[in-house]
């Protein structure tokens, strides 16, 4: 199975996982597995804003990317997440989300929690690359799991420090399950932030910014009082706060909490590596490129190096080209070489090849030298942002108005 750029399906491919739709919340498979790719279908698919789908055929076969939940888990969080989203949407600002419903999701991120740790806590996939239409939804969702991931991680290598300031080492799932919570409601906030505000694809002016810059505030008075502990208010108050103090709502910097400074980079690179009105998607290592370049400024070193170790840059299924000139499929990830998979070569000189497999970790001599959007397609030297930059930043540069 491998991962095939819309653009570049062609008539006779055939899906090797199904395209769902939840615009309604709910996980509607449109197009099943095996499900013949014909010119309607991939005009269909660009409108509905699908970038890319798994494809199976005999080059890829064998390769399974592994789904980071389970679909049934994914499913459920994003019923709960529909149920609570929907309340803000219909209520508006009068919305107190009750305190039962915050149980709910904190079940969920337990359910989550028991995923990644039977998957061996690594993000190898594109998240949610089969579904449309729930951006807010898968957003939220990939934030949480890519924020327990790291939270779980950082706790494991550095304990916690209580009111007093004295090391600890307990409670690890408690903690884990009120940053879950908060990473899930982070954005909560942005759903009051007017439409065309939030998809305008241009600059945004000063006012709509002072608006956007709102929501983490926002965020806060939707939920009814004393429902929140307040390990999961830091996460929403503070996903945009920053190190080096130039984020917001409060330009909060070295003393910010753990758990805000997770959000953040998990907010930061699920923003990039997602598809927005106001700016195309960039490949996910280009995203973990630009959360490595924000260590020491928007983010501590020692969280961004739990970041580099935990997620993977390139997924498995994804076209790529190699330093030395092949081309090939990433065939599998490995946890303790995250960077360096194993790639299934496919082609050499413009030529097809017999398909034959190379560990990139068993040398330094060849690297990846970028992603495809399929094996036949033209490479490019893709733009990076500047580094530095943090999304609301960004908006100054070509990636623009990247507010997470």
């Known amino acids: 199975m491998r991962i095939v750029a819309v653009s570049r399906l062609r008539p006779g ?4 996982r199904p395209v769902y739709s939840c615009s309604a919340g709910i996980r509607v498979p449109l197009l099943q597995p095996q499900a013949v790719v014909t010119d309607r279908v991939r005009v269909g698919l660009e409108r509905a804003g699908v970038f890319a ?6 080059l890829s076969e064998g390769i399974e990317p592994t789904e980071v939940i389970a679909p049934e888990v994914r499913e459920k969080a994003i019923l709960e997440l529909h149920d609570t989203f929907s309340t803000v949407t219909t209520k508006g600002p009068a919305t107190r989300i009750p305190g039962e419903q915050i149980e709910r999701l904190e079940g969920v991120v337990a359910g989550i929690l028991r995923e990644l740790r039977s998957h061996g ?7 949610d690359l089969h579904t449309f239409d729930s951006h807010t939804l898968a957003h939220s969702l990939n934030v949480c799991v890519i924020g327990l991931m790291i939270g779980d991680e950082h706790l494991r290598r550095h304990g916690w420090q209580d009111g007093r300031g004295r090391p600890r080492r307990d409670d690890h799932d408690m903690r884990l399950q009120k940053l879950g919570t908060g990473l899930l409601l982070h954005d909560v906030g942005k759903l009051l932030i007017p439409a065309d505000i939030l998809r305008k694809p241009g ?5 709509e910014m002072a608006i956007v810059r709102e929501h983490p505030k926002t965020g806060l008075d939707l939920v009814e009082s004393g429902a929140l502990a307040s390990l999961t208010k830091v996460c929403i108050i503070g996903h945009h706060e920053r190190l080096d103090g130039r984020g917001y709502p409060n330009g909060r910097g070295a003393d910010l909490h753990e758990n805000a400074q997770i959000a953040g980079v998990a907010d930061v690179y699920d923003a990039v590596s997602s598809m927005r009105v106001y700016q195309a998607r960039r490949p996910t290592h280009e995203a973990w490129e630009l959360v490595l370049s924000l260590a020491g400024t928007a983010f501590p070193l020692e969280m961004v190096k739990i970041f580099k170790e935990t997620v993977a840059p390139y997924p498995e299924g994804v076209a790529v080209q190699l ?8 065939s599998k990830v490995h946890r303790e070489y995250i960077t360096r998979p194993t790639v299934r070569i496919t082609g050499e000189d413009g030529h097809d090849v017999a398909p034959y497999e190379v560990d990139l970790f068993a040398g330094l001599d060849i690297a990846i030298l970028d992603t495809l959007e399929d094996l036949d397609a033209p490479a490019g030297v893709a733009e990076h942002p500047e580094p530095g930059l943090v999304p ?7 990636l623009s108005n990247v507010v997470g």
Do not use: F, N, W
Request: hydrophobic residues 30%.
């Open 13 to 16: 491919m055939r899906l090797g």
């Open 203 to 207: 600059k945004l002016t000063d006012d």
């Open 323 to 330: 330093s030395d000139g092949p081309r090939g499929i990433v």
């Open 392 to 398: 609301d930043e960004l908006q100054e540069q070509r």
């Open 121 to 127: 806590h690594m993000v190898s996939t594109l998240m």
């Open 53 to 58: 789908v798994y494809i199976d055929d005999e």
